[in-house]
């Protein structure tokens, strides 16, 4: 059973950063890439970026290329979404998942996934 826990949400201004990290359980291993979805209230979880654990070759949704970044550290078993130049449609929570496919920018190829760490921006 993988087991996923995030962290790092909080409360920020429009204009400013965070760093969210979701620490992966030793099986995770076995997965091909790590995702990042993010679920606003009353809309469809969206995904946000990936990444492949082996080779660290990234994807992003277009609403975010520019101003995130994911990277990973398979020491740790983490992988980090940082969050750049925050704006208030980025409130949601956040959740990171598993998957064994890429690219990989839909929920439902993703099998294991974290509780969600909420992100709110203030204008």
């Known amino acids: 059973q993988v087991q996923l826990v995030e962290s790092g949400g909080g409360l920020v201004q429009a204009g400013g950063s965070l760093r969210l990290s979701c620490t992966a359980s030793?099986?995770?291993?076995?997965?091909?890439?790590m995702g990042w979805f993010r679920q606003a209230p009353g809309k469809e979880r969206e995904f946000v970026a990936a990444i492949t654990w082996n080779s660290g070759v990234a994807d992003f949704a277009d609403s975010v290329k520019g101003r995130f970044t994911v990277s990973r550290d398979k020491v740790k078993n983490a992988v980090y979404l940082q969050m750049n130049v925050l704006k208030p449609e980025d409130t949601a929570v956040y959740y990171c998942a598993t998957s064994n496919r890429w690219p990989a920018p839909m929920p439902r190829m993703y099998d294991y996934w974290g509780q969600g760490t909420q992100v709110t921006v203030s204008s």
């Open positions: 030793e099986r995770t291993f076995s997965r091909y890439a």
